[in-house]
């Protein structure tokens, strides 16, 4: 059986920074995409962050670009987000998720992910 665990959610200020981890168990997604949604009420899934661990490449939402960081760690088959600068507009759950093939590309689409975690809170207060 493949999962994803994600920690790390809270609730912080504004301004303030939060960091999430995901690991994953059941298989290895080291040459797979492994990255982070959100889903705030009300709205759909967004992508935050990806990373590519084949092509080394990561992909960012436009209002994450240089507040987020995405890092891997291949060994321990785990993403992490670096949430900083953040805002109350970043409240939302977030979702860690993760492709079962090597696929590239079409980042921002929910439904090329096929492993997903089952959430975790983060509130940014004003």
């Known amino acids: 059986q493949v999962y994803l665990v994600e920690s790390g959610g809270g609730a912080v200020q504004a301004g303030g920074s939060l960091s999430l981890s995901c690991a994953a168990f059941?298989?290895?997604?080291?040459?797979?995409?492994m990255g982070w949604f959100r889903q705030a009420p009300g709205k759909e899934r967004e992508l935050v962050a990806v990373?590519?661990?084949?092509?080394?490449?990561?992909h960012f939402t436009k209002s994450a670009e240089g507040r987020f960081t995405i890092a891997r760690d291949g060994t321990k088959n785990a993403v992490y987000l670096q949430m900083n600068s953040l805002q109350p507009e970043d409240t939302a759950v977030y979702y860690c998720?993760?492709?079962?093939?090597?696929?590239?590309?079409?980042?921002?689409?929910?439904?090329?992910?096929?492993?997903w975690g089952q959430g975790t809170q983060v509130t940014v207060s004003s």
């Open positions: 998720a993760a492709r079962g093939s090597t696929s590239n590309g079409n980042w921002y689409i929910a439904t090329t992910y096929d492993y």
């Open positions: 059941g298989r290895s997604f080291s040459n797979n995409a």
């Open positions: 990373s590519s661990w084949s092509r080394g490449t990561s």
